[in-house]
T-cell receptor
Framework: GAGVSQSPRYKVAKRGQDVALRCDPI?????LFWYQQALGQGPEFLTY????????KSGLPSDRFFAERPEGSVSTLKIQRTQQEDSAVYLC????????????FGQGTRLTVV | AQSVTQPDIHITVSEGASLELRCNYS??????LFWYVQSPGQGLQLLLK??????LVQGIKGFEAEFKRSQSSFNLRKPSVHWSDAAEYFC?????????????FGQGTRLTINP
């Protein structure tokens, strides 16, 4: 596609519910990143994929957070047993990889846990 | 560890006035530096980037930034702001890890434009 696409744009979840956030990167982009942006803060790194391999998950805040990219294209970020502190905007970004650090961001998914 | 500091949380300028947003970074090697802009409810749009070479870089929407290694700074400037420039601005440094560059962001500076 023309840009990085994320769905849904908004998600309201009851505390304890599981959620799944989807990211469609730019076609052909090797690298895919997830960031979490709390209200009034800058984005913070969660995890990184190169093709289907998850090479870095050091930013995932707990084992309730899980990300996958099984075919090296679309990625899903899953949060189990959501808690109020999970409320944030989740941003996906992709880049061509191959040493090119320029990343293109989607519009994000705003998750509100009530 | 890499870090980015944006000292100004909120700046207000009048339309047509000049603008400078400050950014200081901490990184052990030659940094890759970025400025992004975020409008309400939107994702991040890249304004400009510095990888190497000329330390004064030009970006979109009339923005420019200057890399000063001695001051560990990468300040964003615009000679004359427009009402449409009102947004949140983020400075970021690229940190190589596991073969990719994750971005480390500052907390952002919210820009308000007075008519």
């Amino acid at each position: 596609g023309a840009g990085v696409s994320q769905s849904p744009r908004y998600k309201v979840a009851k505390r304890g519910q599981d959620v799944a956030l989807r990211c469609d990167p730019i076609s052909g982009h090797v690298s895919l990143f997830w960031y979490q942006q709390a209200l009034g803060q800058g984005p913070e790194f969660l995890t990184y994929f190169q093709n289907e391999a998850q090479l870095d998950k050091s930013g995932l805040p707990s084992d309730r957070f899980f990300a996958e990219r099984p075919e090296g294209s679309v990625s899903t970020l899953k949060i189990q047993r959501t808690q109020q502190e999970d409320s944030a905007v989740y941003l996906c970004a992709s880049s061509t990889g191959h040493g090119n650090p320029e990343a293109f961001f989607g519009q994000g998914t705003r998750l509100t846990v009530v | 560890a890499q870090s980015v500091t944006q000292p100004d949380i909120h700046i207000t300028v009048s339309e047509g006035a000049s603008l400078e947003l400050r950014c200081n970074y901490s990184y052990g090697a030659t940094p890759y530096l970025f400025w992004y802009v975020q409008s309400p409810g939107q994702g991040l749009q890249l304004l400009l980037k510095y990888f190497s070479g000329d330390t004064l870089v030009q970006g979109i929407k009339g923005f420019e930034a200057e890399f000063k290694r001695s001051q560990s700074s990468f300040n964003l400037r615009k000679p004359s702001v427009h009402w449409s420039d009102a947004a949140e601005y983020f400075c970021a440094v690229g940190a190589w890890r596991q073969g990719a560059q994750k971005l480390v962001f500052g907390q952002g500076t919210r820009l308000t434009i007075n008519p």
